[in-house]
């Protein structure tokens, strides 16, 4: 079965400090990788997407992957209060319509 | 771009009454949507897969007969919950492809939130 395992939290940093957030994938076909945030009683919203191995920066936000080891990481720089939310990590095998595969998110809270 | 939409935003109603819940891809065309239900505090539960002009394919223990599912064009898909008790209450939430882009980013709507009396 194929499963995306995320640490549930809730993980605490303070104000202007890197949150780190790590997933693990069990299917090594899995060809997309995505990092969604889902602020508390609101829908997914879509912040990184990464295909290759190696980092990609956005802003505050960097992807990490890892394929051999079948490991994605979201890095959030100068961390606010704003970004405490939960991150759902998703992989996919990128083959037509197939599903994102969810993990159950982490809770991250970042305190002023 | 890439923006989805959802309809109604809150529904309630009464047990046993049926709920249609619209999903349209603003901006993109979608070959496939994705429904999903999340009860609060919990994580995302894929309900099925919406094939525009196929059937739809439901994950195992979602009855296919209360949640029925059409997907008429490249921008619409509709959930409806028949029959509705409960225990359906929930927020549902559908996601969708954009048919031209090979990055397999899905988008999701903002959610329709069921309360069922």
């Known amino acids: 079965q194929k499963e995306v395992e995320q640490n549930s939290g809730p993980l605490s940093v303070p104000e202007g400090a890197i949150a780190s957030l790590n997933c693990t994938y069990s299917?090594?076909?899995?060809?997309?990788f995505f990092w969604y945030r889902q602020y508390s009683g609101k829908s997914p919203e879509l912040i990184m997407s990464?295909?290759?191995?190696g980092d990609k920066e956005d802003g505050r936000f960097t992807a990490q992957l890892n394929k051999a080891s079948q490991y994605v990481s979201l890095l959030i720089r100068d961390s606010q209060p704003s970004d405490s939310a939960t991150y759902l990590c998703?992989?996919?095998?990128?083959?037509?319509?197939?599903?994102?595969?969810f993990g159950k998110g982490t809770t991250l809270s970042v305190s002023s | 771009g890439a923006v989805v939409s959802q309809h109604p935003s809150r529904v309630i109603c009464k047990s046993g009454t049926s709920v249609k819940i619209e999903c349209r891809s603003l901006d993109f065309q979608a070959t496939t949507m994705f429904w999903y239900r999340q009860f609060p505090k919990q994580s995302l539960m894929l309900m099925a897969t919406s094939n525009e002009g196929s059937k739809a394919t439901y994950e195992q223990g979602v009855e296919k007969d209360k949640f029925l599912i059409n997907h008429a064009s490249l921008t619409l898909s509709t959930l409806t919950v028949t029959s509705a008790h409960p225990e359906d209450s929930s927020f549902y939430i559908c996601?969708?492809?954009?048919?031209?882009?090979?990055?397999?980013?899905?988008?999701f709507g903002p959610g329709t939130r069921l309360t069922v009396l």
């Open positions: 990464i295909y290759s191995n």
């Open positions: 299917d090594r076909g899995s060809q997309s």
């Open positions: 998703a992989v996919n095998r990128n083959q037509a319509g197939t599903a994102l595969i």
């Open positions: 996601s969708a492809r954009d048919v031209a882009s090979t990055r397999n980013e899905q988008f």
